[in-house]
């Protein structure tokens, strides 16, 4: 029962912020509520939400996020923002079949597909336009 209400919480957070968090920045968030909270729990519950694709780990950032795109089949394209960090998901199934499609010829069998890629959202390149 404990671990559903880590789970809820760590949810909670991911949801209402657009940036990712690290495990070490969920675990002291969370202290305040619970201070006897240990890193081993924070991850056994990263690993159950990103298991149920409730929230993708930013693999290059070692930080997670919630999914914002709800359930899927496929994994999708995460973009991230240099400036200000924000994080988006987008479904691109076309995209990641090929690349999908592409290593399995090559005789690789993927077993966790991330795409993620790094650059300028909307916002932020809009600014570095004007300036």
């Given at each position: 029962m404990r671990s559903e209400v880590?789970?809820?919480?760590?949810l909670r957070r991911l949801t209402n912020q657009r940036a990712p968090a690290t495990a070490y920045q969920l675990l002291d968030a969370l202290r305040v509520e619970m201070p006897k909270l240990a890193p081993p729990t924070i991850y056994?519950?990263?690993?159950?939400?990103?298991?149920t694709q409730r929230v993708?780990?930013?693999?290059?950032?070692?930080?997670?996020?919630a999914c914002r795109c709800g359930r899927h089949h496929t994994p999708g394209v995460i973009t991230i923002c240099g400036d200000c960090g924000?994080?988006?998901?987008?479904l691109a199934p076309a995209i990641v079949e090929r690349v999908l499609s592409s290593a399995k010829q090559t005789g690789f069998h993927p077993q966790h597909p991330v795409i993620e890629l790094h650059g300028l959202c909307a916002h932020c390149a809009a600014e570095e336009r004007s300036a």
């Amino acid at each position: 029962m404990r671990s559903e209400v880590i789970q809820k919480k760590i949810l909670r957070r991911l949801t209402n912020q657009r940036a990712p968090a690290t495990a070490y920045q969920l675990l002291d968030a969370l202290r305040v509520e619970m201070p006897k909270l240990a890193p081993p729990t924070i991850y056994r519950a990263l690993a159950a939400l990103t298991k149920t694709q409730r929230v993708h780990r930013i693999e290059s950032l070692n930080a997670y996020v919630a999914c914002r795109c709800g359930r899927h089949h496929t994994p999708g394209v995460i973009t991230i923002c240099g400036d200000c960090g924000t994080v988006e998901e987008a479904l691109a199934p076309a995209i990641v079949e090929r690349v999908l499609s592409s290593a399995k010829q090559t005789g690789f069998h993927p077993q966790h597909p991330v795409i993620e890629l790094h650059g300028l959202c909307a916002h932020c390149a809009a600014e570095e336009r004007s300036a």
